[in-house]
Nanobody, 122 residues
Framework: VQLQASGGGLVQAGGSLRLACEAS????????MGWFRQASGKEREFVAT????????YYADSVNGRFTISRDNALRMVWLQMRNLEPEDTATYYC????????????????WGQGTLVTVSS
């Protein structure tokens, strides 16, 4: 099983980034996919999740309206489009896979990627 996240970097406040996550080694289409983030010295927190079909998406209040999660089951990819970034969005972002419904609870996720660092400067 592998989840390879990419797309992080340094961006100014108000800018945009698009994170990508490529999945392999498991039945991708059977899994809800989520993005979580962990800032330095803080616990890992939920950002966004999408159901196996892509029909339902859920967001943390802090990113709702600014971030968009999407997936393509044929490509085994999930993306996180981030707009109007704020310094508070600075964190390492992780993609994760959950067998069953897409939830915001990190303990429900079985597989995790290695993370990609997003730094937003003010």
């Amino acid at each position: 099983v592998q989840l390879q996240a990419s797309g992080g970097g340094l961006v100014q406040a108000g800018g945009s980034l698009r994170l990508a996550c490529e999945a392999s080694g498991f039945a991708f289409g059977d899994y809800g996919m989520g993005w979580f983030r962990q800032a330095s010295g803080k616990e890992r927190e939920f950002v966004a999740t999408v159901t196996w079909s892509g029909s339902s998406k859920y967001y943390a209040d802090s990113v709702n309206g600014r971030f968009t999660i999407s997936r393509d089951n044929a490509l085994r990819m999930v993306w996180l489009q981030m707009r109007n970034l704020e310094p508070e969005d600075t964190a390492t972002y992780y993609c994760a896979a959950e067998k069953g419904p897409a939830t915001r609870y990190k303990d429900n996720y079985a597989y995790w990627g290695q993370g990609t660092l997003v730094t937003v400067s003010s």
